[in-house]
């Protein structure tokens, strides 16, 4: 029970995570690298919030998670924009975002151990298993997020807009879509998911300068496993890697625990390069 | 139109030349460790290049070089491999280790290969940590060390046992160089140059465009695999992260500040930026024998700030990639390219002037 | 036997048929047209055959070889050149270098041969060096040799496209669109030089839309919705109802 109630939490942590990775993906066709470096500023905006400026955390959450929409805004702006059609400048600046934020994480913790304060304290007892508030709290605000960017995606004008860009982005532009200001939403909105992510993730594991790298991995794991276009694919992909970590971690000692389930989709990524739910798999 | 050939030949044979002889006039550890950094990072910027001309980026460079300095270290650890043997399998290991990262998302659009690599890079690091034969989370130790096995040679040279280390590995480093330079400038690098121009067009004039991409990521892989393994016995410990994300990042940034528009830029980018990142380090160890009381409190400042460094770099990147398309190298054409363009719109200018009146 | 031989070729993206049922052929030393209006399918027939596509089900031969399955370098290989549609270039090349780069085959060096510069390898450059001057010069691109491909007016591009595809040699060249979007000098130029092929021992399959290139035709495949409607001469397709209804759109 325990095993599976901490597999939803990371599981729709890391489908949090990815869904800004996988927006850009599919609408732009290009990567955002430092996406996971922008899941870690969020992490640490809100430690830093709540630490040093002693603002209540869910505050501090919320204040970080906009912070982050707009560093989307910025990056969407200085970058996608400009270089759409030039992956070699978009890694540029991403691995100097990435260095920057990486440094300056170095620096700050140092050899700290740093645990954003917990969100809810206490047990609640359920079918006669007590599980921690913090873990239901994560989950349910999680899931609702999800079902919010779920319902955007498919029930709004912005989702439409982002499906036709997707399709083709000169006929969306044609048909009156404004192409630039639909990526900026997207951006915005991935990057502040991927912030929330952060703040949970922070309080749940701890800070550290390699969270965004571990972050990132997982990602790259969801969205290439779960293939080009497909949203659906994202959360399957997502419980599966939340399963597989969890029960790892509980079986396995030490690195093994990290290590097992990355081999598993090391094996499933050589037989399937391009995923197994996208529109071209 | 010969004469740009010449200059770069010649631009690379001094290069050469500063690389054999500095390490021997400046006769101290901390100049040659120095040198050994940079040597190697010229290796790994190079290397990736390659792979940048058949139009993919690599994400996995870091990875690729632990896996030739684990495979050489383990091998000499538990088998009593010999060094001279150790090293090349190192390099083998990667190369078949590259292959197979690189089949799958080879045959696919770049994005692919970039994310594929991304994620093979860290994974096989994490597989290494996790690993309990390659030292897990201590890393490997006790690497029988390279000044011991060229003890000998360095006798009958005079040559003192960092130095001897330096020598081979700038060899192999140069080996390395020589293949990929060659690679570039025959009809292979046209090849490649032609596949990331267009697939499509290259698959029609007979190109296998796998087998290229794949001939191109075997040779990197090779050349990181070769570099690792030496490095491994020179440093005698190696610890897997030291061949994560970071290093690969590393690589890129050099390859991207130097320029990939020419053979020489990721030479330049990897002194210039290895320098930058090396030079708190050097002045500290120097300042311990130095009797100059401001060269040694700035020795200590720079010291005591080095962790500020990756700012600098990273400044740098940023500063490449939104003014200098080329990179360090290609400013001269950035500038010839901006003149060129300014002339153009003041005679623009002037002929509206002209028209309208 | 025919060089190139369709039967019951057929393609199907998901449940739009873009070509059913397909017999073609063509035979060694013609120059023969893919005719049809817009849509027809004629581009995916030419990628069904250089594998750039696979067919749904169906059997391509060529010169006796079941191709069907080959992937887009392999048929190149075998002596099927092509020129694009929309006409990609190795765009940072010269017009020399686009051309040269298409000498991968033949003559063909292998890789360590390559790499270390050997006898062979240094004989073939040469060659190719000559060789391809002679194409540049055949097309009339002798002039613009040395200007980066991307810098060139459209006209000129499709000409360096048909170059390089001549450049490799083959027996068998698929032009697509070859007129498309040219200035009316160009056309008459590019139109003898097509015909010109001929004297080269090269066979030509032509997809195109301006009806000048009638003249220069030995025979002519009509294709409408991914079937055939017709085949035979220029003049009996001039004269034949059903091409005359869907083709000129019965106004003819």
């Known amino acids: 029970m325990q095993i599976v109630i901490n597999a939803l939490v990371l599981g729709i942590m890391y489908i949090l995570a990815a869904l800004g990775f996988a927006f850009i993906f599919n609408m732009l066709g290009t990567i955002n690298l430092g996406h996971g470096a922008l899941y870690m500023v969020g992490a640490y905006l809100c430690y830093y919030l709540c630490a040093a400026a002693g603002i209540n955390n869910w505050i501090a959450m919320i204040i970080s998670a906009a912070v982050l929409a707009v560093v989307g805004l910025l990056l969407e702006r200085v970058m996608f924009r400009l270089f759409l059609d030039n992956f070699d400048r978009i890694v540029m600046i991403s691995v100097g975002i990435i260095t920057i934020c990486q440094t300056i994480a170095n620096l700050l913790t140092g050899s700290k151990a740093l645990v954003i304060p917990s969100y809810a304290n206490g047990l609640t007892t359920i079918f006669g298993m007590s599980i921690s508030n913090e873990r239901l709290v994560t989950f349910g605000v999680g899931l609702l997020l999800l079902l919010a960017t779920l319902y955007v995606v498919n029930y709004t004008a912005l989702g439409r807009q982002m499906e036709a860009v997707a399709q083709d982005r000169l006929g969306a532009a044609l048909q009156g879509i404004n192409t630039n200001r639909v990526s900026a939403a997207v951006c915005a909105i991935g990057v502040g998911l991927a912030a929330v992510a952060g703040c949970f993730m922070g309080a749940y594991l701890g800070l550290s300068s390699s969270m965004g790298d571990t972050m990132n991995l997982r990602i790259l794991m969801l969205v290439m496993l779960a293939g080009a276009g497909s949203m659906n694919g994202i959360i399957i992909t997502g419980t599966v890697m939340g399963f597989l970590d969890a029960i790892c971690q509980m079986a396995f000692a030490g690195n093994a625990g990290s290590a097992v389930p990355i081999i598993i989709i090391v094996i499933l990524l050589l037989i399937k390069p391009k995923g197994f739910f996208g529109h071209d798999a | 139109m010969k004469q740009p050939v010449l200059k770069g030949k010649l631009s690379l044979l001094i290069l050469c030349v500063l690389f054999f002889v500095l390490p ?32 993919n980026l690599s994400f996995a460079q870091g990875a690729f070089m632990g896996v030739g300095a684990y495979t050489a270290g383990m091998l000499a650890v538990y088998l009593n491999v010999p060094i001279w043997l150790s090293i090349p399998a190192g390099a083998i290991m990667a190369t078949i280790v590259g292959l ?31 690993w309990p034969l390659a030292g897990g989370a201590l890393g490997l130790q006790r690497i029988p060390s390279l000044t011991s096995a060229l003890s000998g040679v360095a006798d009958v040279l005079h040559l003192k046992g960092y130095q001897a280390c330096y020598y081979l590995i700038f060899l192999l480093a140069l080996f390395c160089l020589v293949i990929m330079y060659r690679m570039e400038h025959c009809r292979i690098g046209t090849t490649l140059r032609a596949l990331a121009q267009s697939e499509e067009v290259a698959a029609s004039i007979g190109v296998n465009p796998t087998f290229y991409r794949l001939l191109a990521v075997g040779t990197s892989c090779f050349c990181m695999g070769l570099i690792g393994g030496v490095q491994s016995h020179y440093l005698t410990t190696i610890s897997y992260s030291s ?7 590393w690589i890129i940034m050099y390859m991207m500040i130097g320029g990939t528009g020419k053979f020489v830029g990721p030479l330049y980018g990897a002194i210039v930026i290895s320098i930058v990142q090396g030079i708190a380090n050097l002045l500290t160890s120097l300042s311990g024998s130095s009797n100059n009381e401001s060269f040694v409190a700035f020795a200590h400042w720079l010291g005591a700030n080095s962790a500020y460094t ?13 003014l200098l398309p080329g990179g360090l190298v290609g400013i001269p054409d950035t500038i010839r390219a901006n003149r060129a363009r300014r002339a153009e719109k003041k005679e623009a200018a002037e002929i509206a002037k002209g028209g309208s009146k | 036997m025919h060089l190139l031989e369709t039967s019951g070729l057929t393609k199907r993206f998901g449940g739009l048929t873009v070509m059913h049922d397909l017999d073609f052929h063509i035979d060694e030393g013609e120059i023969k047209g893919f005719l049809g209006p817009n849509g027809a399918g004629k581009s995916t027939f030419f990628n069904l055959i250089t594998g750039v596509l696979m067919p749904t089900s169906g059997h391509i031969f060529y010169a006796g070889n079941e191709i069907t399955k080959a992937k887009p370098h392999q048929v190149a290989k075998m002596g099927i050149g092509r020129t694009f549609q929309l006409n990609p270039l190795f765009g940072d090349f010269t017009v020399f270098e686009n051309v040269t780069a298409a000498y991968h085959l033949r003559p063909h060096s292998t890789v360590p041969q390559v790499f270390f510069n050997s006898k062979v390898y240094k004989e073939n450059e040469k060659y190719i060096a000559e060789s391809a001057d002679e194409v540049l010069e055949f097309l009339g691109l002798t002039h613009v040799r040395n200007e980066l491909a ?11 496209g048909v170059a390089r595809a001549l450049a490799t040699k083959p027996k068998l060249l698929l032009l697509d669109e070859p007129l498309g979007g040219m200035n009316p000098e160009e056309i008459d130029f590019s139109i003898k030089a097509i015909s010109k092929m001929r004297d080269k021992g090269i066979t030509v399959l032509v997809v195109e839309h301006n009806m000048q290139i009638l003249d220069i035709l030995d025979s002519v495949t009509v294709i409408s919705f991914g079937e055939k409607i017709f085949e035979g001469t220029p003049e009996g397709m001039r004269q034949d109802p059903t091409v005359i209804s869907t083709y000129f759109g019965g106004t003819v």
């Open chain 3, 150 to 160: 991307k810098n060139l007016p459209h006209g000129y591009q499709k000409i360096l």
């Open chain 2, 24 to 55: 021997l006039a400046l006769n101290s550890r901390s100049w040659v460790d120095l040198f050994i950094t940079i040597v190697v990072n010229m290796v790994g910027a190079v290397a990736l290049r390659l792979i940048v001309i058949s139009g």
């Open chain 2, 310 to 322: 990756p700012f600098l770099t990273a400044a740098v990147l940023l500063v490449v990639a939104y």
């Open chain 2, 100 to 130: 197979i990262t690189g089949w799958p998302f080879a045959r696919l659009k770049s994005v692919y290969f970039s994310m594929g690599t991304m994620f093979m890079g860290q994974a096989l690091m994490l597989m290494i940590s996790a």
């Open chain 2, 243 to 249: 061949y994560g994300m970071n290093t690969t990042l």
